[in-house]
């Protein structure tokens, strides 16, 4: 699945909640997910981070949706196939 078709899929099932909902409570849903991941991690529960990690990449997609923003094309523009801070690949950059 390329990326343009997970998001239409988020736009396809969710739109309407998603509107709804508005984006201030769609980020803290997405946030929610974000904290249930961490917990997932801190325990070691590679099942469940599959599923954290899955539920975090579809509230991101909410929030695109949301925004009127194309995921596939604004993560190309900033990661044209390298480190968009030090350029190359693999990337040089210390944390």
Same mark, same amino acid.
């Given at each position: 699945?390329?990326?343009?078709?997970?998001?239409?899929?988020? $736009?396809?099932?969710? &739109?309407?909640?998603?509107?709804?909902?508005?984006?201030?409570?769609?980020? =803290?849903?997405?946030? #929610?997910?974000?904290?249930?991941?961490?917990?997932?991690? $801190?325990?070691?529960?590679?099942?469940?981070? $599959?599923?954290?990690?899955?539920?975090?990449?579809?509230?991101?997609?909410?929030?695109?949706? =949301?925004?009127?923003?194309? =995921? #596939?094309? &604004?993560?190309? #523009?900033?990661?044209?196939?390298?480190?968009?801070?030090?350029? $190359?690949?693999?990337?040089?950059?210390?944390?």
């Amino acid at each position: 699945m390329e990326i343009s078709e997970f998001q239409q899929l988020m $736009r396809d099932l969710y &739109v309407e909640n998603d509107k709804r909902r508005g984006p201030t409570a769609t980020t =803290l849903w997405l946030v #929610e997910e974000v904290g249930e991941l961490a917990e997932a991690i $801190r325990r070691d529960d590679r099942e469940n981070i $599959r599923e954290e990690l899955a539920d975090c990449f579809a509230w991101i997609g909410a929030l695109a949706n =949301l925004y009127d923003i194309d =995921l #596939e094309e &604004v993560f190309c #523009e900033k990661y044209p196939d390298s480190c968009p801070s030090c350029g $190359r690949k693999p990337c040089i950059c210390t944390d």
